[in-house]
């Protein structure tokens, strides 16, 4: 029998009427009682790790539960946390950084309906996700909706139906019926160990482009964060007619912030040299996102920055592909 540690972090599953709306409130043995399935053959431990609305987590909360992963680690043969859905691709993202070597599943899951509730997804995504839990795979998935995605390539992209998850530009690991597991492609699983690796670095901001953004935000950005993502229009590039945005990510260099252009379209990622807009700004020492989603793109950039302020090696950390997160040629074969 398959032992398994919960983790539970608060979030929509977790969530009880408050005097100010849903907050989440269920203890570990509320949340236990909830769910229970004698045709699961696991025994499941279940923790109260914090209790937060997912919209008050922060890196700090990251990296409570990789070193709760990390601590728990030989006790037990899967991991499942639970956690709000607004911020949970953030979180599985950087756990990705967080955790590598894994040889153990660590899945995240949550759900739109309180498990609390008549009418709920909660416990069909808690059941799925205690099934892959016991595989004999390692990595960090998201399990929602009866859908496995890597965890580094969920994004969510609907606020109220069911199938709120999906996979940006790389297919589902696998789907789950009726605790079934039918696999599309299977993760290589690491020969190395565990390796926890928490030095994040959380001044990154992201700056969304739109026609009329103001030269004079990056004098601000530059004295308050070591990186900065732009998230540019289509393949990627800064205007630098009328409103001069490309002096801009010049004066960000000089000062030593390191500048990602990323861009606005979730699916096939930058190609900054097709267009002059593109190859304007490549000429400076810019680092690329791929087809990285802004999830990933944001955890990464916290963990590179916690390595180092070297922007050559933050740009070579964030360009190399970890946990799938950016495509390669394999990946685009799968």
Not at 58 to 75: G, R, T, V
Not at 289 to 316: R, Y
Request: glycine share 8%; proline share 3%.
């Amino acid at each position: 029998m398959k032992r398994l540690l919960l983790l539970a972090t608060g979030g929509t599953i977790a969530s009880i009427e408050g005097e100010e709306g849903l907050v989440p409130g269920l203890s570990a043995k509320e949340l236990s009682n909830y769910f229970k399935d004698a045709t699961l053959s696991v025994d499941v431990t279940y923790q109260i790790l914090m209790n937060r609305d997912s919209t008050n987590m922060q890196p700090e909360h990251w990296i409570q539960m990789a070193e709760a992963i990390s601590e728990n680690y030989d006790q037990y043969d899967g991991f499942v946390i639970t956690h709000g859905t607004d911020t949970l691709g953030y979180t599985s993202a950087a756990l990705s950084y967080m955790l590598q070597g894994l040889q153990k599943p660590v899945v995240v899951t949550g759900s739109q309906v309180p498990i609390s509730f008549k009418k709920t997804d909660a416990i069909k995504n808690l059941s799925d996700s205690l099934v892959f839990a016991s595989e004999n795979i390692g990595g960090v998935f998201v399990v929602f909706d009866g859908r496995v995605i890597m965890g580094t390539r969920a994004v969510k992209m609907r606020t109220k139906s069911y199938d709120a998850f999906e996979s940006i530009n790389l297919p589902y690991v696998a789907s789950i019926k009726e605790k079934n597991i039918n696999y599309y492609w299977k993760p290589e699983t690491t020969k190395q160990e565990l390796k926890l690796d928490t030095s994040l670095c959380s001044d990154v901001f992201v700056l969304k482009l739109h026609p009329g953004t103001k030269p004079e935000i990056f004098d601000i950005l530059k004295k308050l964060y070591k990186g900065v993502i732009i998230e540019s229009y289509g393949n990627g590039g800064v205007p630098f007619e009328e409103r001069n945005l490309l002096t801009k990510v010049k004066e960000l260099n000089d000062e030593g912030v390191a500048v990602l252009i990323s861009t606005q379209c979730l699916e096939e990622g930058e190609d900054l040299l097709l267009y002059e807009v593109g190859r304007k700004v490549a000429q400076y020492n810019v680092v690329l996102s791929g087809d990285m989603n802004k999830e990933a793109i944001v955890a990464k950039f916290m963990w590179a920055l916690g390595k180092t302020t070297d922007v050559k090696q933050v740009k070579q950390l964030i360009e190399t592909s970890i946990a799938y997160d950016l495509s390669t040629t394999w990946e685009t074969e799968v």
